[in-house]
C-alpha cells in the first residue's frame, strides 16, 4: 500500500506515447494496441487516465511529432502534463494532479524503456507511490548503436527487475495487460471485508 496518506485511488499513467517516440519503436503496434485497450478499459471503470507528453530540442513543443498518437488521444477530460526529463514527475504538475484525484498507486504504460519509463517508476516508488508497470504495454527505440541491448532485451530486463522491487510500505511489481486489476489494493480489501 502506498506510503502517501489518504490516497486510496488508482490511476493510468501513460507516458510519451508521442509520434516521435514511438514512430519506429520496438513492437509499436502491439503496444499501442495493448495501451488503447487499458485506455479504454480505465475509461470503462472510472479510473483516471493521465498522459504525459515531452518536449525538448529534439521534440518540439507543437510539432508533428510532439503529437500523441492518433490511436490514443486523451478525452476532453483528461489531463495532459507537459515534461521535459525523464522523470515525469520533476517540475511537473503530475504530483500535483495525482493528489488532487487521491491516487497513490500507478499503472505505468509508454516509452522509452530505457528512458522516461525507468525514471517515472523509480521517481514515484521513491515519493510513495505503488507502481506497477505493465509488461507488454512499454517500448522503446533500437540503441544498439550505442551500446545498448537490444529492444526486446531492454524491455525483458525491465520487466525482470521492476518484478522485484521492494520498499517499506510501497509495492511494485509487473503485470500483463491482460491481467491488470484497476482497484487498489485498499479498494480490494474494503470489497471483501463487506
Known amino acids: 500500500m502506498t506510503t502517501l496518506p489518504d490516497r486510496p485511488h488508482t490511476a493510468l499513467l501513460v507516458i510519451d506515447m508521442q509520434e516521435a517516440v514511438i514512430d519506429k519503436a520496438h513492437a509499436r503496434d502491439a503496444v499501442v494496441a495493448n495501451v488503447r485497450h487499458l485506455v479504454d478499459r480505465a475509461r ?9 507528453q515531452h ?18 488521444m486523451p478525452s476532453e477530460v483528461e489531463r495532459v502534463i507537459e515534461k521535459s526529463y525523464g522523470d515525469a514527475f ?3 504538475a503530475l504530483e500535483g494532479v495525482l493528489s488532487e484525484l487521491r491516487v497513490g498507486r500507478l499503472i505505468i504504460v509508454g516509452a522509452e524503456t530505457d528512458a522516461c519509463i525507468r525514471c517515472t517508476l523509480h521517481g514515484a516508488f521513491v515519493r510513495g507511490y505503488d507502481a506497477l508497470l505493465v509488461s507488454d504495454a512499454h517500448t522503446t ?4 548503436k550505442w551500446g545498448a541491448p537490444t529492444p526486446a532485451q531492454v524491455i525483458a530486463h525491465t520487466n ?16 500483463a495487460t491482460h491481467t491488470v486489476d484497476f482497484r487498489s489494493q485498499a479498494e480490494t480489501a474494503g470489497s471483501a471485508l463487506t
Open 44 to 52: 470503462g471503470e472510472g479510473v483516471p487516465v493521465l498522459w504525459v
Open 55 to 72: 518536449h525538448d530540442t529534439n521534440i518540439v513543443k507543437g510539432g508533428p511529432g510532439w503529437r500523441i498518437a492518433a490511436e490514443l
Open 160 to 175: 525482470l527487475y521492476w518484478m522485484d522491487q521492494t520498499a517499506p510500505g510501497r509495492t511494485a511489481g509487473v503485470t
Open 141 to 144: 527505440n533500437d540503441h544498439t
Open 90 to 92: 520533476e517540475d511537473t
